[in-house]
């Protein structure tokens, strides 16, 4: 007997798929229709890491020593003002860095969507006003970019 068989992932007769197919033809799909629909984050859902440096940071070096994954770096840029990196790709969004810091001046944004093709941009360093929040772009569809797409004249040789 195979190990297909044994783990009963074979099915012996041609036609028991069907039943599978019938039975399930009324269910929702376990998946969304992502970006389409956006997922609904829970209120203690851990994204990126936010410096604000306005909160009063006074350069205690907490989050630093607390993040696991040398992540969070806190330099000093002047006169009790401290500028914060954040490498989000070794980053594990675990918060502890904000759970440690004293002045809460680091917390836990809902972004999630940071894939990037090239890991220099994966840097994040806060020195002045944070970023304003992200407002969702809205995604042309294929034919919409075929219609928008400017013609480009022909060039004669």
């Given at each position: 007997?195979?190990?297909?068989?044994?783990?009963?992932?074979?099915?012996?007769?041609?036609?028991?798929?069907?039943?599978e197919?019938?039975?399930?033809?009324?269910?929702?799909p376990?998946?969304?229709?992502?970006p389409?629909?956006?997922?609904?984050?829970?209120?203690?859902f851990?994204?990126?890491?936010?410096?604000?440096?306005?909160?009063?940071?006074?350069?205690?070096?907490?989050c630093?020593?607390?993040?696991?994954?040398?992540?969070?770096?806190?330099s000093?840029?002047?006169?009790?003002?401290?500028?914060?990196?954040?490498n989000?790709?070794?980053?594990?969004?675990?918060?502890?860095?904000?759970?440690?810091?004293?002045?809460?001046?680091?917390?836990m944004?809902?972004?999630?969507?940071?894939?990037?093709?090239?890991?220099?941009?994966?840097?994040?360093?806060?020195?002045?006003?944070?970023?304003?929040?992200k407002?969702?772009?809205?995604?042309?569809?294929?034919e919409?970019?075929?219609?928008?797409?400017?013609?480009?004249?022909?060039?004669?040789?």
């Amino acid at each position: 007997m195979s190990k297909h068989a044994a783990a009963g992932l074979v099915h012996t007769r041609p036609g028991a798929i069907w039943r599978e197919i019938t039975k399930n033809l009324g269910r929702k799909p376990a998946t969304r229709m992502y970006p389409k629909e956006r997922p609904v984050l829970p209120p203690n859902f851990r994204g990126r890491p936010v410096f604000n440096p306005k909160g009063g940071c006074v350069g205690c070096m907490l989050c630093v020593r607390d993040c696991p994954s040398d992540a969070v770096k806190i330099s000093k840029i002047g006169e009790k003002q401290f500028s914060a990196t954040f490498n989000l790709d070794n980053c594990i969004y675990c918060g502890q860095c904000a759970d440690s810091c004293a002045k809460k001046v680091i917390s836990m944004s809902k972004e999630f969507e940071l894939a990037a093709f090239d890991r220099s941009t994966l840097t994040n360093t806060t020195d002045s006003d944070p970023p304003p929040p992200k407002v969702a772009e809205t995604k042309l569809s294929s034919e919409e970019v075929a219609c928008e797409t400017p013609e480009i004249p022909e060039t004669k040789a």
